[in-house]
């Protein structure tokens, strides 16, 4: 019985690991339309899948990100974005070293209502880190959940 028991334990403790591995990795997960864009989100994206996603996408993306996250890409390495239309950056300080197409909002209802995001197509990618950025992420997924219930 002692050895059931023991062999019960280690098999609970590799699943609970596994599954521990697995949140770890976050994945890029749809979230339906908005406005006619195909909306996608990511928690903590690791770089090098975040970048290979953004070279696959077929259409140019609006990529709506936190300034933390969008600093840690870019420190990482010389990048360009070819397949990033716009950049939506949600903060609440306004930087100007960034020219074109990048727009600092300091909220989601301050995003949601630039003319960009009124009616478009293609990918809206969110990809956000820290609290702030699930916070807003979790605020966003409910406005997409109440607009399909209007």
Same mark, same amino acid.
């Given at each position: $019985?002692?050895?059931?028991?023991?062999?019960? &334990?280690?098999?609970?403790? !590799?699943?609970?690991? *596994?599954?521990?591995?697995?949140?770890?990795?976050?994945?890029?997960?749809?979230? &339906?339309?908005?406005?006619? +864009?195909?909306?996608? !989100?990511?928690?903590?994206?690791?770089?090098?899948? +975040?970048?290979?996603?953004?070279?696959? $996408? %077929? +259409? %140019?993306?609006?990529?709506?990100?936190?300034?933390? #996250?969008?600093?840690?890409?870019?420190?990482?390495?010389? @990048?360009?974005?070819?397949?990033?239309? $716009?950049? +939506? @950056?949600?903060?609440?300080?306004?930087?100007?070293?960034? /020219?074109?197409?990048?727009? #600092?909002?300091?909220? =989601? /209802? /301050?995003?949601?209502?630039? %003319?960009?995001?009124?009616?478009?197509? &293609? %990918?809206? =990618?969110?990809?956000? !880190?820290?609290?702030?950025?699930?916070?807003?992420? *979790?605020?966003?997924?409910? @406005?997409?959940?109440? $607009?399909?219930?209007?």
């Amino acid at each position: $019985m002692e050895k059931k028991t023991k062999l019960e &334990g280690d098999i609970l403790l !590799t699943a609970r690991r *596994n599954s521990l591995r697995e949140a770890a990795s976050s994945q890029i997960q749809a979230r &339906g339309k908005f406005r006619g +864009f195909d909306v996608f !989100t990511w928690i903590d994206a690791p770089l090098d899948s +975040f970048l290979a996603t953004l070279n696959s $996408m %077929p +259409f %140019p993306i609006v990529w709506v990100t936190t300034s933390a #996250y969008f600093d840690w890409v870019t420190q990482q390495a010389s @990048i360009e974005f070819n397949n990033v239309s $716009m950049v +939506f @950056i949600l903060d609440d300080e306004k930087r100007n070293e960034l /020219q074109g197409e990048v727009v #600092y909002c300091d909220s =989601l /209802q /301050q995003l949601l209502a630039h %003319p960009a995001l009124i009616q478009g197509r &293609g %990918p809206l =990618l969110f990809s956000v !880190t820290g609290s702030r950025g699930v916070h807003t992420l *979790n605020e966003f997924t409910f @406005i997409l959940k109440a $607009m399909r219930t209007v």
